[in-house]
């Protein structure tokens, strides 16, 4: 054993105390000749690794140790509280944890090795964290948390296109609200609004609210009019989005209001009239029938003569009356009844009344129309209105004396 540990002192005396590495207190072991004995040591290339999701991280990690023996590695991820062996080292065996992390983790260097690096393929965002590695080597002095290193994982995500909009109505003199959001970016990434040339314009607070995403436009003008750009960025890298201004005079949707309503308002217009006239026809027209329809009710039915229901054997008396009738009608010109009575020939002639004293009735020219003279009547011929002797003979009529009015008023 004495010669053991010389050959060790020796060899620790030509390696030299490695860096990064403490003796016991005093930095000696007491050895003699003031050579020093190293002690296990984990060493980290840094505390903190970011890894961009879907790309590889590595987590670099070697220890020091004067000892030729294997090591016993095991690494561990401690998150949400809670400890988990994911890869380890022991008698010269690698052994992998069933975990998401199997098919994408590995030793970065074939073991056994004092590099005791790993690697993760494809890092996702679940897989930030905690790592700690320890190492133990037989016949080497350990002190508490010298054999033990830890590294945090930070898996950085990209922003994920982000969402534009447009809110409040763009005309002149308005006021509007750009606005910005991504749903996906680790950490949640800074927006930054600009307007694309021609009319090149950044804007700054407090216009733009950069963790907001929002952008305040005031006093809108149609110069203001254009394409503007959100840019949502992170340290794993960034998407933009953009949307079109479009300044207006007036209102677009009062003018298509307007012209829903006035189009709608001259529908119900011509239907009304439409209406109007239909309903106006169809009252004249019920109207009409209706007129031809209606009986008056003060409507004097037309009489039948009593003579047309007597039997043809009462002809006398329907002679008489006839002749009654063309007895009383005069012509124009005709003389007042005299004393004598008119009679009717047997032939159905008529004869006037016999001038008085014997004389010849006087000649009476018809008076003139509009200067010119009438033709007058000959008094052969039958008054207007008067039936002709041939239609009296044949209905059968008999020539009768008719009894003439005088003067006085008595029958002669």
Not at 36 to 46: D, P
Not at 125 to 149: A, F, T
Not at 267 to 277: D, S
Not at 383 to 400: E, I, N, T, Y
Request: glycine content about 10%.
């Amino acid at each position: 054993m004495g010669a053991l540990r010389r050959a060790a002192l020796a060899l620790a005396a030509l390696l030299g105390e490695p860096r990064g590495t403490r003796g016991a207190p005093g930095g000696r072991h007491g050895a003699p000749g003031g050579v020093s004995l190293a002690v296990l040591e984990v060493h980290v290339g840094t505390s903190l690794v970011f890894s961009v999701e879907g790309q590889q991280a590595v987590l670099p990690v070697w220890y020091t140790s004067i000892s030729q023996n294997k090591p016993y590695v095991t690494w561990m991820l401690n998150k949400n509280a809670a400890h988990s062996q994911i890869l380890a080292y022991l008698g010269g065996v690698v052994k992998e944890s069933e975990t998401d992390l199997k098919p994408r983790m590995g030793f970065l260097y074939p073991m056994p090795n004092r590099n005791i690096s790993i690697f993760i393929n494809a890092t996702r965002e679940q897989d930030s964290g905690q790592y700690m590695c320890s190492v133990n080597v037989v016949d080497d002095d350990i002190r508490l948390d010298k054999n033990v290193g830890i590294i945090n994982l930070t898996v950085l995500v990209p922003p994920a296109a982000p969402t534009c909009q447009l809110h409040g109505n763009a005309i002149v003199g308005a006021n509007v609200t750009l606005s910005c959001s991504s749903k996906k970016g680790k950490p949640s990434p800074m927006y930054q609004w600009q307007r694309e040339p021609p009319t090149l314009q950044v804007f700054f607070p407090p216009a733009q609210d950069r963790t907001r995403g929002t952008l305040k436009l005031t006093n809108l003008s149609l110069e203001m009019s254009g394409v503007y750009v959100c840019r949502a960025e992170n340290q794993a890298g960034s998407k933009n989005c953009s949307i079109v201004l479009e300044v207006h005079s007036t209102s677009t949707k009062a003018v298509i209001a307007g012209a829903v309503l006035g189009s709608l308002g001259a529908l119900a217009t011509i239907i009304f009239f439409a209406q109007k006239v239909v309903g106006y026809r169809r009252k004249k027209r019920d109207s009409q029938e209706e007129g031809a329809n209606e009986i008056k009710e003060d409507a004097v039915a037309p009489k039948t003569p009593s003579w047309a229901r007597r039997p043809a054997s009462d002809t006398m008396s329907k002679t008489s009356t006839l002749s009654s009738i063309a007895g009383t009608r005069q012509t124009y010109g005709a003389r007042a009844p005299s004393d004598t009575a008119s009679i009717l020939t047997t032939t159905g002639s008529y004869r006037g009344p016999p001038p008085r004293g014997g004389g010849r009735p006087p000649n009476l020219s018809p008076p003139a129309v509009n200067g010119t003279p009438r033709r007058r009547q000959d008094p052969a011929a039958a008054p207007v209105g008067s039936l002709p002797p041939s239609s009296l003979a044949r209905a059968g009529a008999v020539p009768v004396m008719v009894p003439a009015q005088s003067r006085a008023g008595s029958l002669v």
